[in-house]
């Protein structure tokens, strides 16, 4: 009610809820001068937006950048219609990477990351949470079992790209933080990638 009261605020409400005004908005809002992306790639907007925001850091177009993601569906939805075949779990739990997996749930909320190159963290005594050591991002292109499934050679590929930019051997991987959909398709796709 504040935002409306202003001069423009009719506008700038209007313009704030636009996700392809978000990042400008927020860059607006906190006189961040850096580059300002929308990303939208579905399931994987915050790892990509994570992964410009590195290469914004390593080509210094900024010395600090705030990446992250948001789904919050107004008004917020109240349950769902479970559709055979489909991607949502009949009984609302996710059984990731289980013999019983059957689909996933849906979810919102918001998480952002800020980050530095890390010479620079140290030097202003940050606290640093983690340490990127490289990424990357590719797709599938026609690869794939369908439009939304995921291709188990384009995930290998880049999985294998992201180690190699990190300079890291898979071996010394000891976590591994996946899509997980928690279906029989995507989860046996994701798992032999990885393998590869």
């Given amino acids: 009610q504040h935002l409306l009261g202003e001069p423009g605020g009719l506008?700038?409400?209007a313009t704030g809820n636009e996700r392809d005004s978000l990042a400008s908005l927020v860059?607006?809002?906190l006189g961040l001068r850096g580059p300002a992306i929308g990303v939208q790639t579905f399931c994987s907007t915050s790892l990509v937006a994570v992964h410009l925001a590195c290469q914004s850091?390593?080509?210094?177009?900024?010395?600090?950048?705030?990446?992250?993601?948001?789904?919050v569906p107004l008004p917020q939805p109240s349950g769902?219609?479970?559709?055979?075949?489909?991607?949502?779990?009949?009984?609302g739990r996710v059984r990731s990477f289980d013999a019983q997996a059957?689909?996933?749930?849906?979810g919102?909320?918001?998480?952002?990351?800020?980050?530095?190159?890390?010479t620079e963290a140290i030097e202003d005594g940050?606290?640093?949470?983690?340490?990127?050591l490289g990424s990357a991002v590719n797709n599938d292109g026609r690869v794939q079992a369908g439009h939304a499934d995921p291709g188990g050679d384009g995930e290998a590929e880049v999985v294998e790209l992201a180690l190699g930019v990190a300079g890291v051997k898979p071996d010394s991987v000891g976590y591994v933080e996946c899509h997980a959909t928690g279906t029989s398709l995507g989860d046996s796709i994701e798992l032999a990638a990885l393998n590869r």
Avoid: W
């Fill in 11 to 13: 506008l700038l409400a």
């Fill in 27 to 29: 860059s607006y809002k």
């Fill in 57 to 71: 850091l390593l080509t210094f177009e900024c010395d600090l950048a705030i990446a992250g993601g948001a789904f």
């Fill in 80 to 91: 769902y219609l479970y559709e055979q075949g489909g991607i949502l779990s009949p009984d």
């Fill in 102 to 106: 059957n689909g996933t749930v849906m």
């Fill in 108 to 118: 919102s909320g918001v998480g952002t990351v800020a980050l530095k190159r890390m």
């Fill in 126 to 132: 940050d606290i640093i949470h983690a340490v990127i």
